[in-house]
């Protein structure tokens, strides 16, 4: 191929075919080696390996465990591309030859079972893929391309660890941020929109004290377990009846603890909850309901002392700039064939990917590439089924690898040469 007049589908197909039997090697060695947020190591240090062989300058270290990659081909737009690294608390259960065997401690000291259930070992192995194809085929583009490997996204600590450190001072300003995920849906699909895609989220703890007593005698304590029992329950009612039918938001209770044994009835109980939202105004009106409900039901059981409701984490809106996105979406049109490019509503799934763009004061994108069976999800689709599916964050998470590969390494490189100076 003469690689002066390649275009995007013959850098992403032609060249792909060559590359796929490593990427997919790279792929399960990855997935096989989960690392916890922060954690990164190992993973950052095969992506800063893969950069250099590329030609890329590489810094390392970015944001603690992040690796930023530049590869310079002349004056034209600079085009981020962003992939993250971390994995969960998961002990994988999907049964794969490849499955995580992992255990580390996690940053309470608990050993936990690791696994990537989210897809970011598939992320990481996409912009190794396409780093290598697009300094493959530089006879035929002009401009900058810088590769993010991101760390501490399920944590959403890991892209603004890495502004903290310098990251926009450090490297130069892009002209389009670009990045996508696995989910689940038809492999060899990708789906997106304009505007809001992914939602905003805010996690907290939430500590309510009592008084302990003997099982026996509950009228000497202030049972923390009752009062922790009711706060979740009227916590459900905030969705049901305080947010409007044409708004959306969602408030999970994803852990409740108190108590060592069943005749003793604790001092206190540890709620810690999860809010999605998609508006900045039914946010702060749900999080003022939180506020409320948690204080009045301690008072009602006539605490000792007020609730400590202590902030976890919290993610941005991520927003695709309307231009940015018409960009992306003809590209692939362009590329692939009209039935694997579909619109989709926004995601209650929250990323930090949005903090780039929106920080850095530049047109973002951010997509979605499903990564199951088709015929799975097409059965699934006609019995109405599609929850019952594995999805992110589950122990039985796993996307099919072909044709997931290779269209989550089409669509970066597809991405990239629509800013990319011929």
Same mark, same amino acid.
């Given at each position: 191929?003469?690689?002066?007049?390649?275009?995007?589908?013959?850098?992403?197909?032609?060249?792909?075919?060559?590359?796929?039997?490593?990427?997919?090697?790279?792929?399960?060695?990855?997935?096989?080696?989960?690392?916890?947020?922060?954690?990164?190591?190992?993973?950052?240090?095969?992506?800063?390996?893969?950069?250099?062989?590329?030609g890329?300058?590489?810094?390392?270290?970015?944001?603690?465990?992040?690796?930023?990659?530049?590869?310079?081909?002349?004056?034209?737009? %600079?085009v981020?591309?962003?992939?993250?690294?971390?994995?969960?608390?998961?002990?994988?259960?999907?049964?794969?030859?490849?499955?995580?065997?992992?255990?580390?401690?996690?940053?309470?000291g608990?050993?936990?079972?690791?696994?990537?259930?989210?897809?970011?070992?598939?992320?990481?192995?996409?912009?190794?893929?396409?780093?290598?194809?697009?300094?493959?085929?530089?006879?035929?583009?002009?401009?900058?391309?810088?590769?993010?490997?991101?760390?501490?996204?399920?944590?959403?600590?890991?892209?603004?660890?890495? +502004?903290?450190?310098?990251?926009?001072?450090?490297f130069?300003?892009?002209?389009?941020?670009?990045?996508?995920?696995?989910?689940?849906?038809?492999?060899?699909?990708?789906?997106?929109?304009?505007?809001?895609?992914?939602?905003?989220?805010?996690?907290?703890?939430?500590?309510?004290?009592?008084?302990?007593?003997?099982?026996?005698?509950?009228? %000497?304590?202030i049972?923390?377990?009752?009062?922790?029992?009711?706060?979740?329950?009227?916590?459900?009612?905030?969705?049901?009846?305080?947010?409007?039918?044409?708004?959306?938001a969602?408030?999970?209770?994803?852990?409740?603890?108190?108590?060592?044994?069943?005749?003793?009835?604790?001092?206190?109980? +540890?709620?810690k909850?999860?809010?999605?939202?998609?508006?900045?105004?039914?946010?702060?009106?749900?999080?003022?309901?939180?506020?409320?409900?948690?204080?009045?039901?301690?008072?009602?059981?006539?605490?000792?002392?007020p609730?400590? +409701?202590?902030?976890?984490?919290?993610?941005?809106?991520?927003?695709?700039?309307?231009?940015?996105?018409?960009?992306?979406?003809?590209?692939?049109?362009?590329?692939?064939?009209?039935?694997?490019?579909?619109?989709?509503?926004?995601?209650?799934?929250?990323?930090?990917?949005?903090?780039?763009?929106a920080?850095w004061?530049?047109?973002?994108?951010?997509?979605?590439?499903?990564?199951?069976?088709?015929?799975?999800?097409?059965?699934?689709?006609?019995?109405?089924?599609?929850?019952?599916?594995?999805?992110?964050?589950?122990p039985?998470?796993?996307?099919?690898?072909?044709? %997931?590969?290779e269209?989550?390494?089409?669509?970066?490189?597809?991405?990239?040469?629509?800013?990319?100076?011929?």
């Open positions: 191929m003469n690689t002066k007049q390649a275009n995007a589908s013959e850098v992403a197909s032609g060249s792909l075919r060559d590359l796929l039997p490593d990427l997919e090697k790279l792929y399960k060695d990855i997935h096989s080696h989960p690392e916890l947020s922060m954690q990164e190591t190992r993973t950052a240090g095969i992506a800063a390996d893969r950069l250099r062989a590329a890329f300058e590489v810094t390392t270290g970015v944001g603690k465990t992040g690796v930023v990659g530049l590869l310079r081909n002349g004056d034209g737009p %600079t981020m591309l962003r992939a993250d690294m971390d994995a969960l608390p998961v002990a994988e259960a999907t049964g794969a030859a490849y499955a995580s065997k992992v255990t580390a401690t996690d940053p309470d608990k050993a936990v079972p690791v696994m990537h259930a989210c897809g970011h070992d598939m992320h990481v192995t996409w912009l190794a893929g396409a780093t290598a194809l697009l300094a493959q085929t530089r006879d035929s583009w002009k401009g900058t391309l810088m590769a993010v490997f991101q760390p501490a996204e399920e944590t959403a600590a890991g892209a603004q660890a890495m +502004i903290d450190d310098g990251l926009f001072k450090r130069p300003k892009p002209d389009v941020v670009l990045g996508q995920h696995v989910m689940v849906g038809p492999a060899g699909v990708i789906g997106g929109r304009t505007g809001t895609i992914t939602s905003a989220a805010d996690s907290f703890q939430i500590r309510l004290f009592g008084r302990g007593a003997h099982g026996s005698m509950p009228q %000497t304590s049972d923390p377990v009752v009062m922790a029992a009711a706060t979740v329950m009227r916590l459900q009612g905030i969705v049901a009846r305080e947010v409007a039918p044409t708004e959306a969602v408030v999970t209770v994803g852990a409740l603890q108190a108590g060592t044994k069943e005749n003793v009835i604790p001092d206190e109980a +540890i709620i909850l999860n809010v999605r939202t998609f508006d900045a105004g039914v946010r702060q009106r749900v999080l003022a309901a939180i506020t409320r409900i948690v204080n009045a039901e301690a008072a009602a059981s006539g605490a000792p002392k609730p400590e +409701i202590t902030p976890l984490d919290r993610y941005p809106l991520a927003t695709n700039n309307p231009a940015a996105t018409q960009r992306v979406v003809e590209a692939f049109r362009k590329h692939f064939p009209a039935e694997r490019v579909r619109q989709t509503g926004p995601a209650s799934a929250s990323e930090d990917f949005g903090s780039f763009g920080e004061g530049v047109p973002s994108v951010f997509w979605f590439v499903g990564g199951t069976d088709p015929d799975t999800y097409a059965k699934a689709k006609a019995t109405n089924r599609i929850n019952e599916i594995p999805s992110n964050h589950s039985f998470f796993l996307p099919v690898l072909h044709p %997931t590969l269209t989550g390494v089409e669509t970066l490189v597809v991405a990239s040469r629509a800013w990319l100076a011929s």
